[in-house]
């Protein structure tokens, strides 16, 4: 018992370590103690902000040839953290702003954000009870590389596979060596969903701050937070270990948020302060920290950031001249070029992703090269979002666009944000964008519920000052309508969630898949080669785990349908050497490959090997027995 | 003031989230009801193998047959979370023998086999 307090506190400091202090440090050393972020920005920023200062002390670490060990990682953080804390000390900065009244919320406001915040958690716990177990494929294909990088004491070389990106996998890295917490625990789905709360916190922020409406910025909360708690990309992509989607959804609203508190002074007309170039500059520290982290959020961010240029400057076009002197003019600041710059050495020079290097780019953009990335249709999108959202996020749509100040750049991003993802995951032939649509998709469930939460404001407001805010809204039974929207949204949200809740699970499969490969853990010499079946066996990606030999250690017979895709031909020993090991493709390709161990759930995969005389069994449980091939 | 409330209703919040999903997460490591055979040494013609007990039965029933021919036989007690290695007589099989040997084990009214193949 006490051993277990003991792991549980060394991980809780651990994460506040990694994932708090160096970002806290960062914006003391930055801002100071002013006023200009509110306590709650600079609590939710501080994770964000660490998040990415970690990466790049992972890279310095990297470019000097440091080892990753224990003590290095920490001295590294406290060391980062030192000197933005010696820069706060030396820097006096006065503390003249005032505390933003934005984030003075009304008593009912107050309660109702608890509220929402505690039935996010709770719902999101209640679903993860169940499956908070180390299975999903996914995360048991990036615990290997956090595993390996604390096993290798370097960064992982990832193989040569553009499919992995390095910032997925350092915090997981970084906390491990510093607690020791096992990779078999609870542990990555927790950080997991510690990163998916902070980017709704960072969604409401980011809307109060567009908006400068509390209310709006609430009902956000309940639109991203409550309702649709556990579809993708909530809590499922959470237990699944979607690592880069998860992260790319707390570090893109991120970014929007400090590009729009950069250029929020294009509103007023007024001239840019420095805190408009500390803020770019900010952003371009955060948009780096995403290009670390996963490729597809970055490549969708492009898009975005491409469409919310030329929106802006289009419906700004009179004041052309003098919106571009203005952003050229924080643009071209010492703090901005020096953090592109240090971005720009780090990125090709010290440490360069692996999807830059091969040809991940190219294969994102060309026509659709299967049915999957041809586009979603709008039931698609009504399965992903929700059907109730998607519907109050287009009525959203519809009244920001009749709404629309030409000068707010907040307006914009939010405009920018939904159109493009809409138009790459329905339309991806209009952009050449060869990547699977529903990956896509899933990220509009982000601006929609902004929408949704703008659009059930508007109408349910009270009384407006103004005719012209009022004419849309002056007719009662346009409320009785809404009201029956709320209802269904609140219905189809709820139960959306309460859909994916699990029965109990079974938990033997697992244990016995565990228990499996330790054994042959064990046993294994150099020269020997494990063959496992992905199709019947649980959590199956996990046991490479055990072996730690390398990522495409054990072979793997891969899903059947995979091997029949034509646009993706394959090798097939992997399906022969267990569909019918005896037979001479088989022999030939236990020759090729060495193949001396082979893994398979007994109820699909086991007469087969009891015909032959080649094999050995020599262990079982009830869901799995290991062959060895004795020829 | 308010601000500070709703970062320790967060904190207080992810706490209690992740301290009882710690420990449901270890759940899976004390799955009952379940129980696995494996050989010692997987390579060698060494016969001696262990019996990995997870279920609450505790009486196992072990034969070790040469064909269909039974060897010998005998009967151990282990608890559950526990595991215990059977070393057999004569365990070593010469690679004279061209024979399949099978331990076979049973616990109540489950069966399970492990086999090797020797030969010349």
Redesign the interface.
């Known amino acids: 018992m006490l051993q277990y307090m003991f792991n549980?506190i060394t991980?809780?400091i651990a994460l506040g370590l990694v994932l708090f202090v160096p970002g806290y440090a960062l914006l003391l050393a930055i801002f100071g103690q002013r006023k200009i972020l509110?306590?709650?920005e600079r609590?939710i920023i501080s994770f964000g902000l660490s998040l990415i200062s970690v990466d790049f002390i992972y890279f310095s670490f990297s470019g000097l040839h440091i080892s990753i060990t224990r003590l290095s990682t920490f001295l590294g953080i406290l060391f980062f953290s030192f000197i933005c804390f010696a820069i706060y000390k030396f820097r006096t900065s006065s503390n003249v702003e005032k505390e933003n009244s934005l984030?003075?919320?009304s008593k009912n406001q107050?309660v109702l954000?608890?509220l929402l915040?505690?039935l996010t958690?709770f719902i999101?716990?209640a679903y993860?009870?169940d499956t908070?177990?180390?299975t999903a494929t996914d995360m048991g294909h990036h615990m290997y590389w956090a595993k390996w990088m604390v096993e290798n004491h370097q960064l992982p070389t990832y193989e040569s596979m553009p499919d992995f990106i390095i910032g997925e996998h350092l915090i997981f890295g970084a906390i491990a060596l510093l607690s020791g917490a096992d990779f078999f625990?609870?542990?990555p789905?927790?950080i997991l969903?510690?990163i998916n709360?902070l980017g709704i916190?960072t969604v409401f922020i980011f809307t109060l701050r567009i908006f400068k409406n509390k209310t709006i910025a609430t009902l956000t909360l309940l639109f991203l937070g409550v309702l649709y708690a556990i579809a993708s990309p909530q809590a499922k992509f959470v237990s699944g270990g979607v690592i880069g989607n998860i992260m790319g959804n707390f570090l893109m609203p991120l970014a929007f948020y400090f590009y729009y508190r950069a250029f929020e002074f294009l509103e007023s007309a007024s001239m840019p302060d420095k805190n408009s170039k500390t803020f770019l500059a900010l952003a371009i520290f955060t948009t780096f920290g995403l290009f670390y982290t996963h490729h597809l959020t970055a490549f969708i961010f492009l898009f975005i950031f491409a469409l919310l240029v030329i929106i802006f400057l289009a419906v700004n076009f009179k004041n052309f001249k003098e919106i571009l002197t203005k952003i050229f003019h924080i643009a071209f600041s010492p703090q901005v070029l020096s953090v592109f710059v240090i971005g720009l050495i780090f990125f090709f020079f010290i440490f360069t992703p692996n999807y830059f290097k091969t040809s991940a780019v190219d294969t994102a953009v060309g026509a659709p090269s299967k049915d999957t990335r041809v586009g979603l249709t709008i039931a698609n999108l009504r399965s992903s979002i929700g059907e109730a959202r998607l519907a109050l996020g287009f009525i959203g749509l519809l009244i920001l666009s009749s709404r629309f100040k030409k000068r707010s750049f907040g307006y914009t991003i939010i405009f920018a944000w939904t159109a493009m993802i809409f138009i790459m995951s329905t339309l991806p032939n209009v952009l050449f964008i060869n990547l699977p649509s529903n990956r896509i998709g899933n990220y509009l469930s982000y601006p929609v519920a902004i929408l949704s939460a703008y659009a059930l404001y508007f109408v349910f407001r009270s009384k407006s000052k103004t005719q012209e805010e009022s004419f849309i809204v002056s007719s009662n039974l346009l409320k009785i309508g809404f009201t029956i929207i709320l209802a269904f949204v609140l219905v189809d949200g709820i139960s959306d969630s309460t859909l994916a809740f699990k029965n109990q699970s079974?938990?033997?499969p697992?244990?016995?898949t565990?228990?499996?490969s330790e054994?042959l853990g064990k046993?294994l010499t150099d020269s020997d080669m494990v063959l496992k079946d992905h199709n019947y066996i649980t959590a199956d990606s996990w046991i490479k785990l055990f072996f730690m030999r390398g990522y495409k250690y054990p072979l793997s017979r891969g899903y059947f349908k995979r091997y029949e895709d034509t646009t993706k031909p394959r090798e097939m020993c992997t399906l022969t050497m267990i569909s019918a090991p005896n037979s001479n493709d088989a022999r030939a390709c236990f020759a090729q490959t060495s193949t001396n161990?082979i893994i398979v759930n007994p109820q699909f995969d086991s007469a087969q090997f009891k015909k032959s005389?080649?094999?050995?069994?020599?262990?079982?449980?009830?869901e799995i027995n290991?062959y060895?091939r004795?020829n | 003031m308010?601000?500070?409330?709703?970062?320790i209703?967060?904190i207080i919040?992810?706490?209690a989230?992740?301290?009882?999903?710690?420990a449901?997460?270890?759940?899976?490591?004390a799955?009952?009801?379940?129980?696995?055979?494996?050989?010692v040494?997987?390579?060698s013609n060494n016969l001696n193998f262990v019996i990995?007990n997870?279920d609450n039965n505790t009486n196992f029933h072990y034969e070790l047959l040469q064909d269909t021919n039974k060897l010998s036989e005998g009967d151990v007690q282990i608890k559950a979370g526990e595991k215990k290695e059977l070393i057999l007589k004569n365990s070593e099989i010469s690679s004279q023998n061209n024979n399949?040997y099978t331990i076979r084990v049973s616990l109540k009214n489950e069966t399970?086999?492990?086999?090797?193949?020797i030969?010349n």
């Open positions: 549980q991980f809780y509110s306590n709650l609590f984030f003075d919320f107050f954000i608890l915040l505690f958690i999101k716990t993860l009870s908070v177990f180390p625990s609870a542990f789905v927790i969903l510690l709360l916190l079974d938990l033997r697992l244990a016995q565990f228990n499996a054994y046993n161990f005389k080649d094999f050995n069994q020599i262990y079982s449980n009830p290991i060895y004795t | 308010q601000q500070k409330k709703i970062i209703f967060i919040l992810f706490l989230s992740s301290i009882y999903l710690f449901r997460g270890d759940d899976y490591k799955a009952p009801d379940w129980w696995a055979l494996s050989f040494d997987p390579k990995e997870f399949k399970k086999e492990i086999y090797k193949n030969k």
